[in-house]
């Protein structure tokens, strides 16, 4: 049974920095495509970031250069470092494994 638990979210100001942290279970990490989207409030979920089996990246316009996202395989756990935060990032954000498998989100507020 596949399992992703997300953590890390929270409130912070304009500029703040966040880490998300995902952990998996149930299938072979290591051998699978893993990536972070988000949902804001009264729109479509959209990619934020995405990392392959390799480790090749790949972002989102908004956020290219202040977002980092990253796996530590031995820890079955995917990260997203977010820096210089703005009030548009404000979601719920939601790991994602193969285009298949959803974690259960973590909440993301960043005030003006």
């Known amino acids: 049974q596949v399992q992703l638990v997300e953590s890390g979210g929270g409130l912070v100001q304009t500029g703040g920095s966040l880490r998300l942290s995902c952990v998996g279970s149930?299938?072979?990490?290591?051998?699978?495509?893993l990536a972070w989207y988000r949902q804001a409030p009264g729109k479509q979920r959209e990619l934020v970031a995405s990392?392959?089996?390799?480790?090749?990246?790949s972002y989102a316009d908004s956020v290219k250069g202040r977002f980092t996202i990253s796996r530590v395989n031995a820890e079955n756990t995917v990260y997203l470092q977010m820096n210089n935060l703005k009030p548009e990032d404000t979601g719920v954000y939601y790991c994602?494994?193969?285009?298949?498998?959803w974690g259960q989100g973590t909440q993301v507020a960043v005030s003006s």
């Open positions: 994602n494994v193969a285009a298949t498998w």
């Open positions: 149930g299938f072979t990490f290591r051998r699978n495509h």
């Open positions: 990392i392959s089996r390799d480790g090749s990246t």
